[in-house]
């Protein structure tokens, strides 16, 4: 394991694309920066017309739009890490940037190392808090389809118009935004994640990647002046490579040095413990279907109802 080297706290100049990114921004000014030099990026794109997130090999810069933000579901490697390594044997004076999870990166750098092509690539994981069955995004997206009378034409699950510590998640349909609120309260509910997230091994500071990247959270609190209601991103560097690779984009930030202590969250230090209601969410859901469940699962208890209703009475 590598330990940290150096910590930062970023965020992207270029005012439109970072409003597109989750966070910071980290993400694009790296891919972009490799595809302006002819290099290639391996990273996670959404596909509206499958309803799924699969793992991509990126060219050419056009294709980024589809590869900002976060999508809250397990992306597929499909034949992603095979189509790498050729484009590798192709070109081969060029490098690689590939961009995932901590597991979807330890899969990819235990593939590359054996391909003996590890020195031409830049490995980036993400912090993250677990992502669930692809499955259950595309019950949840078919279930919004046939209620709006049309298909989905745009996903975000963190848009910042609100700032970005009050995400808007929403999709399109017929030009219209629906909310889906209901499907990020559930992905935080510790109900749907993969059961291998709950020991996830990656949840830690110390990784084997060049680069780590998250959203800086509690920046308000330690480094107030340097607040942003458009994001953050927090940058660990694990290795020399990843220190050059940060080098060569900072000009294109706002950058601040920060520590360990100052940036700890979560996921850096532990899994995503299981919810209380895991196994009784997916009894439910196995027998009654996803809305049913969902529903359940976020329905106030009857007295609670019963109190709210009274109490809204008295107010009038
Ligand atoms: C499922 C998930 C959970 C996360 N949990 C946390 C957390 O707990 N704490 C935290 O600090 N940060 C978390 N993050 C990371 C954070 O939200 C941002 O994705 C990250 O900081 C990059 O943001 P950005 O502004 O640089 O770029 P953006 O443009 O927002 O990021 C796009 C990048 O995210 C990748 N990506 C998007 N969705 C997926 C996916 N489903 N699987 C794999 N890669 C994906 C894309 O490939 C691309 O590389 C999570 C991200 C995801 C996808």
Known sequence: ????????????????????????????????????????????????????????????????????????????????????????????SHKLLFVGTGCQAAGFQSFIEKKKLRERTVIVDLICHGSPSPRLWQEYACALEQKNHGKIEMVSFKDKRNGWNSPYAYVKIRQSEIPISDYVNLYYSGCILRPSCHCCPYATTERRTDLTIGDYWGIERVKPDFFSPTGTSLVLIHTDVGEKAFNAVKQQLYVRESTLEECLQPNLTAPTPPSEQRDWFWKTYYSHGLMYAMNKLFRAPFFQRIKQFISKDRLM
């Open 1 to 92: 394991m590598n330990i940290v080297k150096s910590i930062y706290a970023a965020r992207l100049k270029d005012s439109e694309r970072l409003l597109k990114s989750s966070s910071g921004g980290m993400f694009w000014v790296l891919a972009q920066t490799f595809l302006h030099g002819g290099d290639a990026v391996a990273c996670t794109v959404y596909n509206n017309s499958t309803k799924q997130a699969k793992i991509q090999l990126l060219i050419d810069s056009a294709q980024l739009d589809v590869a900002q933000g976060s999508k809250y579901m397990q992306s597929i490697p499909g034949d992603s890490f095979r189509q790498c390594v050729e484009w590798m044997e192709h070109h081969r």
